[in-house]
């Protein structure tokens, strides 16, 4: 297989779109959680599962991304890419952990 530059567009292209996406993340304020009802908190737990399980099929298709050796850098931008979206996860965790706890002071159901 002969690499050319037109060839490695699709994975550099890739690299980037997957780089710009996993810095999206909306936080939301803990503090608001306690304001928020029910319905809500359940709304945001699944807004926040869908981001983790989005986030982390990025991570994975990024790391599964083949480099060809003669692209600079091309492995660093794919660990730190990844390292991101990790990063990214745990924070989304954390929020769901928050979400998580105010629900089971609010709402009854949950428990």
């Known amino acids: 297989m ?7 567009l699709p ?4 690299l980037l779109f997957a780089a ?3 810095s999206t993340a909306a936080s ?10 029910c319905a809500e ?3 945001a737990l699944g807004d926040t599962a869908t981001d983790i ?4 099929i990025s991570r994975g298709k990024v790391a599964n991304t083949s480099v060809p ?23 989304l965790q954390q929020q769901q952990q928050a979400i998580v706890t105010a629900r ?4 009854p159901s949950s428990q």
């Not at 089971?104 to 709402?107: A, E, F, R």
């Open 28 to 37: 939301l304020d803990p503090a608001k959680y306690d304001r928020m009802s």
């Open 20 to 22: 710009g996406c996993s």
């Open 2 to 8: 002969k690499f050319t530059p037109t060839a490695i």
């Open 41 to 43: 908190l359940n709304s």
């Open 104 to 107: 089971k002071s609010h709402c």
């Open 53 to 56: 399980s989005r986030t982390a």
């Open 11 to 14: 994975v550099i292209a890739t």
């Open 69 to 91: 050796s003669w692209l600079l850098g091309g492995e660093r931008v794919k660990s730190v890419v990844a390292n991101r979206d990790t990063a990214r996860i745990k924070r």
